[in-house]
């Protein structure tokens, strides 16, 4: 992939700055801890529904015995075993047709997703640029990734529904974006988005498509689908153990697509100790070769988020139905999400995630997570109820 150059009209500096939009702070001292916190201060046991990971555990039948490899270093790219099995489910679900070369592993895709863009500009060649596009609402480590980099940030403009909208972003930003975010189903919305077109934009200026794919089993308004599907070059797809599989304590996903750039960040990310363990790898590779359990976790999933959104609208708190995703995206009665999660966490016990720490748009909003029972849930719903 070959990066088009920033005009001379609108210079950059080889280091990168903060960009000129700073997005405000969670209110400060609150997080999900201070969260459960309150919950107990009030008598309640605390019912988390603040995170994307279901309350079952995952398949038992996947836990290999731990191996006798602890003298020696995982494979950071990944084993072929685990690579294979990965190729393999991308040709199985999306019907992809992908090299084992053009697929690497990572320590799960949040820390890949934190930590690619330290590698990019090295990976692809001489730059300038030094903007790292991200969704106007999204998961947090998109920031922080570009902000370890020492990159700009700057949020894609959506409409009214949360839909990326590339047509208003500014030529003079485009100019200088070295990559560009984009997750569908989208957290925390639900959003899903039509990625052919997110592709076409990115190749038309030269800039790389980082396609966080974590949540693409939970497609609900469609298939699954996949930006490799629109080729490879200038495209990852990142990829996630944690939501197929509901295997987050593994600490495995892997990314693949573009071959160059797959072999540079494979060289950068073994010279900075990157490497998931050797039996997490083995136990991935067992997962991906399985699609039995991954469907019976999606319609798990389907269900419970099917039975959360009509729960809320039964106890007062309409939303809807998401395009995909796990979670209820909830525009709250009094349009300050930090106030509404203190209230759920004191009334209830009912941990729910505020809106703007995925951005300044979410700040009337909060996200709950469809990962429970149905039956433990009612109750604090009921304990929750605003009437008039």
């Not at 008598?43 to 995170?51: Q, V």
């Not at 988005?193 to 609900?220: F, P, Q």
């Not at 900075?272 to 039995?292: E, P, R, T, Y």
């Not at 309409?318 to 999400?337: E, K, N, R, T």
């Amino acid at each position: 992939m070959s990066p088009v150059r920033p005009t001379a009209a609108d210079p950059v500096t080889a280091g990168g700055s903060a960009s000129a939009e700073t997005d405000p702070p969670t209110p400060a001292g609150w997080t999900r801890e201070r969260a459960i916190e309150i919950a107990v201060a009030a008598g309640h046991a605390p019912l988390d529904l603040s995170l994307g990971v279901p309350g079952e555990p995952p398949p038992t039948w996947c836990r290999a015995p731990v191996s006798r490899v602890a003298a020696a270093y995982p494979a950071s790219r990944g084993t072929l075993p685990l690579r294979v099995a990965a190729a393999g489910y991308l040709a199985r679900r999306y019907g992809i047709t992908i090299s084992a070369d053009a697929v690497a592993a990572s320590t799960g895709s949040k820390e890949f997703i934190s930590t690619a863009p330290l590698f990019l500009r090295e990976v692809l060649g001489p730059t300038t640029r030094d903007t790292v596009l991200i969704p106007a609402l999204g998961y947090p480590p998109y920031e922080v990734g570009a902000r370890l980099a020492g990159l700009r940030v700057h949020r894609i403009p959506t409409d009214e529904q949360f839909r990326m909208r590339l047509d208003r972003l500014p030529d003079t930003v485009a100019e200088r974006a070295l990559c560009l975010w984009v997750n569908s189903p989208a957290n925390p919305t639900g959003v899903v988005t039509e990625l052919g077109r997110i592709v076409r934009w990115a190749r038309e200026r030269g800039v790389l498509v980082l396609s966080d794919e974590a949540y693409a089993e939970t497609t609900w308004c469609d298939v699954p689908r996949t930006a490799l599907e629109h080729g490879c070059d200038g495209v990852l797809a990142v990829q996630s153990m944690s939501k197929r599989s509901n295997a987050p304590g593994l600490r495995v996903g892997f990314y693949a697509g573009d071959p160059a750039v797959v072999a540079g960040l494979v060289t950068h990310r073994r010279a900075a100790g990157f490497m998931a363990s050797s039996d997490s790898q083995a136990q991935a590779a067992m997962l991906l070769d399985d699609d039995a359990h991954a469907q019976a976790l999606r319609e798990m999933n389907k269900y419970r988020i099917r039975y959360l959104v009509s729960a809320l609208a039964v106890h007062g708190l309409p939303c809807s139905v998401p395009d995909g995703g796990m979670f209820a995206w909830l525009a709250v009665p009094d349009g300050d999400g930090v106030a509404f999660a203190r209230y759920a966490a004191e009334r209830a016990g009912l941990i729910v995630a505020a809106g703007q720490q995925y951005g300044p748009a979410g700040h009337g909003h909060v996200r709950i997570a469809a990962t429970r029972e149905v039956t433990a849930v009612r109750p604090r719903l009921e304990l929750l109820r605003r009437d008039g």
